[in-house]
């Protein structure tokens, strides 16, 4: 609460302000494309008929998106009145992006090619989803230790790399498919979000820009209209249900499940904490419990209504606060989103709208989560944000090259290690480096950024944790087992070894160093120190702590 409040006179807290319009335009067709290319693959690939797709899936994706965005708004606007702000800005939330496609192609399209059954494939992705958000709400009471303890570098540096590979590189190459419609709306984008500038009757900017692509795409002939006529025949409402039988046939056969649902579901809350971190640094101090809490009940509530697709808490959020977006245009684009659902719209709205004017906007959130890593960290850990930035693109690079042989007829075992190396692919390296691309991000980045604060041994704990992952094949590896990956595990424990060396060296250099001309220190570049100096309060909490200031930069910084 300010100054000025008092109890009988709370803060006035707006439902609505301009700059809502623009994020809820931008944040509802990113979530849009999302929901019409996941439609695309149960459609096209796992081949699940058009009735339950529409019928079934897409309704329950709709309760998930209300369920997340009425939360998500519910948190903002207890934060803006506990801080007495109006500025504060809601966390974006949809069905995760990465987890759209491992679904299909990893557990629901081998059942399908096996067994020519789509209910069964089906079945499966349920059963993982749900495994998954298990896994989450676990993660939700772990995640604040690993938020405190890792430093900010690692945390935006991983964030970017998901932006830059996952988030940016497939919009921009569908940009340049039809750059006639694309890049006309992407400037109208990059003028209003990055420049001063209003546009004509302080039209949203977001709107505009979908309005001018639009046009440019139906007047070049870029669109069909008896697609048009054929899609609207399929509007109709469908309202979810629970199905716990069809849950249940896919948890019948859970032990393949786990080798993809551990390391991802740890992927959703490690990227809902970097996410948490983001808006932090935008100005937003989220409760990580909360928020991840609300993914993962998402998903378990989504699975047993049977949606096969876990949502997640979005990247993107100091994006949508830099476009003016507050407290309700997450709710907004979220209850508007799950209508489309509940009345079959999707299909009819793929034949209106041309897609290359929709991805600009994805590309724009790639954009701003790319640059904040290095805006928002000191300049001597750009290499650390680097460095989490690699294992993200290997990942992203690792599924082209798997994708390009698939659709070949063939694979990188059939084709050889000998003639990929003779094309110039290091495939298997990459594969290796791609594996858990945001928890191997994530150490490191902490490990370099440790060493460049001279905290030897906080790098050397980190190195060791890489070890342990890496032998379990959380971490650069293709499979989750014991010793799946030992020689990254030797790798790891050879370099904690030495940082844990240097570490010792450093202390008893210090000792023997005269007495610093400071009273005192909190910590030593030696010591092991907390990346954050406070942990998140407990969901429960009504009224939690403000957050310090550090925001995730090391304690020796």
């Not at 899936?57 to 903002?76: C, D, E, K, S």
């Not at 004017?357 to 790319?370: E, M, Q, R, S, T």
Request: proline share 7%; net charge neutral; hydrophobic share 55%.
């Amino acid at each position: 609460m300010s100054t000025t409040d008092t109890p009988s006179q709370p803060m006035k807290l707006s439902w609505w302000v301009s700059g809502d319009t623009n994020a809820f335009f931008g944040l509802g067709f990113n979530t849009l494309v999302n929901v019409l290319v996941l439609s695309g693959l149960c459609l096209g690939v796992v081949n699940i008929p058009g009735a339950e797709v529409f019928g079934v899936i897409l309704p329950a994706l709709g309760v998930q998106l209300l369920i997340g965005n009425v939360y998500y708004t519910y948190l903002a606007r207890r934060l803006a009145r506990r801080e007495g702000r109006t500025d504060v800005c809601a966390m974006p939330y949809g069905p995760s992006v990465p987890h759209m496609f491992i679904v299909v192609f990893v557990i629901m399209l081998p059942i399908y090619l096996q067994t020519r059954d789509p209910i069964a494939a089906w079945a499966a992705g349920l059963a993982w989803s749900f495994i998954i958000g298990i896994i989450v709400l676990v993660g939700a009471f772990v995640g604040p230790f690993i938020r405190r303890y890792t430093p900010q570098a690692a945390m935006l540096g991983t964030l970017a790399g998901i932006s830059i590979a996952f988030i940016s590189m497939r919009p921009a190459a569908q940009m340049w498919e039809a750059l006639w419609i694309a890049l006309p709306v992407m400037v109208i984008i990059l003028i209003g979000f990055f420049t001063d500038l209003k546009l004509p009757g302080n039209i949203p900017v977001g709107l505009a820009a979908l309005l001018v692509g639009t046009a440019i795409g139906w007047i070049g002939g870029y669109m069909s209209a008896p697609d048009v006529v054929s899609a609207a025949k399929d509007v109709a409402l469908s309202l979810p249900t629970l199905d716990f039988a069809r849950l249940g046939d896919g948890l019948a056969d859970v032990a393949p499940l786990l080798a993809t649902a551990i390391p991802l579901g740890i992927y959703n809350f490690t990227e809902g904490m970097t996410n948490v971190e983001s808006a932090a640094v935008a100005g937003d101090e989220y409760n990580l419990r909360a928020i991840l809490a609300a993914d993962g009940i998402g998903a378990v509530v989504g699975s047993c209504l049977g949606c096969p697709f876990p949502p997640a808490v979005y990247i993107g959020h100091p994006g949508w606060k830099a476009a003016g977006g507050r407290t309700t245009y997450s709710l907004a684009s979220g209850v508007v989103i799950a209508l489309m659902c509940f009345l079959g719209l999707f299909g009819l709205l793929g034949a209106l709208l041309p897609l290359p004017a929709i991805v600009p906007i994805l590309l724009y959130i790639g954009l701003l989560i790319g640059a904040q890593a290095f805006q928002e960290v000191p300049k001597r850990h750009a290499v650390a944000v680097v460095v989490a930035i690699i294992p993200n693109i290997a990942s992203w690079a690792a599924g082209l090259m798997n994708n390009a042989l698939s659709a070949a007829g063939t694979s990188p075992s059939q084709v050889g290690e000998e003639a990929l190396t003779g094309a110039g692919l290091v495939y298997h390296g990459t594969v290796l480096l791609g594996g858990g691309a945001i928890l191997a991000g994530l150490v490191l980045g902490s490990i370099v950024a440790f060493i460049v604060d001279k905290n030897f041994v906080a790098a050397g704990i980190y190195s060791l944790a890489g070890a342990a992952l890496g032998f379990v094949g959380l971490i650069h590896a293709e499979s989750v087992g014991w010793n799946v990956g030992g020689q990254i595990a030797l790798g790891y424990l050879f370099a904690g070894v030495i940082l844990l060396v240097f570490g010792l060296v450093a202390r008893r250099a210090r000792r023997k160093a005269p007495a610093p001309d400071t009273p005192h220190a909190d910590t030593t570049p030696g010591d092991v120190a907390p990346a954050r100096t406070a942990e998140d309060e407990p969901v429960a909490d009504p009224a939690p702590a403000v957050a310090p200031t550090t925001h995730g930069k090391p304690a020796t910084a």
